[in-house]
């Protein structure tokens, strides 16, 4: 009885139990549709990075950093005209926010000053104070009468200190104010936070700053060209404004002639800060390099060594 019960029901439920449509399997897909996606847009972004100058300069690892002796170095990309990508990059940085001793390097906030408070064809006497503060350098003589931009020339191309003194009075008594207090003020409003002043010349040790707080101040002197105009200057024959005195200045910058595409810079050493040293290079059409360089032993072959590194290090273009 059980059994033909069984085949009863299973009569009965036939249709139902045999004739379901098999399960359709899916379709074999050859890759995930997200990960098309993924690739394709590494690929877009992978050919942007090569190809779209904003990201240039573009590091080559395959070249290893290059060994520098500096207490601090710095080389940093200006671009003319910088994209949010490619502006301000630094390619190599030692010790970048330490503070040093500048030297002479003061003298370019001071060039900066004296062009924003006294006009370049102005009468300055040289005073006993000039040539007797810092040491006798530049050939100034008690009394000679000097343009300003005579002895800008002077200040940035023999680095004189004579000249730096000389130009802080005359700013000081067009201005009313200290000449110092000027540079210190000039530097807080560049947000220039590890820098001092203590004279115009960079003659104390109490001259500070750092690598990064250079650069930014370096930035900032492009908008004065002619300081770069002297600064590139090997020598020039110049004299007092009646033409009695006469002045031959030769630049301390031994790169002068001895490497391409020099825009500028300036040179500083004391025995306490050793050699200093800023250039600028044009890099490209629109690429600045900036190489700054403190405490150093050999700061003409290491800004050198530093330059051409970048030059083979990154691709430009």
Not at 98 to 124: C, G, R
Not at 187 to 204: E, I, R, W
């Amino acid at each position: 009885m059980l059994g033909k019960f069984l085949i009863t029901i299973l009569l009965i439920f036939e249709p139902l139990i045999f004739s379901v449509e098999p399960v359709q399997q899916p379709l074999p897909i050859e890759a995930p549709v997200e990960e098309e996606i993924g690739k394709q847009h590494l690929s877009s972004i992978s050919s942007l990075w090569f190809s779209n100058p904003n990201f240039l300069p573009m590091r080559d690892w395959g070249i290893d950093d290059p060994e520098i002796a500096a207490e601090a170095a710095l080389v940093s990309n200006l671009a003319d005209e910088p994209s949010l990508l490619s502006k301000n990059k630094i390619l190599y940085q030692k010790n970048i926010d330490d503070v040093f001793p500048i030297a002479s390097l003061t003298k370019l906030m001071t060039a900066v000053v004296v062009l924003e408070n006294i006009n370049l064809s102005e009468e300055v006497i040289i005073s006993e104070n000039a040539l007797s503060a810092y040491g006798d350098k530049g050939g100034l003589v008690i009394g000679e009468k000097i343009t300003v931009e005579n002895l800008l020339y002077a200040l940035l191309v023999e680095s004189s200190n004579d000249a730096a003194v000389a130009l802080a009075e005359a700013v000081q008594v067009k201005t009313g104010n200290d000449f110092v207090w000027l540079m210190n003020e000039k530097a807080k409003s560049l947000n220039l936070g590890k820098t001092n002043f203590t004279d115009s010349s960079g003659y104390q040790a109490d001259n500070i700053s750092t690598v990064g707080d250079l650069s930014e101040l370096v930035k900032y002197v492009f908008k004065y060209p002619l300081i770069w105009q002297i600064t590139r200057t090997p020598a020039i024959d110049l004299s007092s404004i009646d033409g009695e005195i006469k002045h031959h200045w030769i630049s301390t910058n031994e790169l002068l002639g001895n490497l391409p595409n020099i825009i500028g810079g300036k040179t500083g050493y004391t025995q306490e800060a050793q050699g200093c040293f800023i250039l600028i290079t044009q890099q490209l059409e629109k690429d600045y390099l900036i190489t700054i360089i403190l405490g150093a032993e050999e700061r003409f072959a290491e800004a050198k060594k530093l330059i051409e590194w970048a030059g083979e290090a990154y691709r430009w273009e």
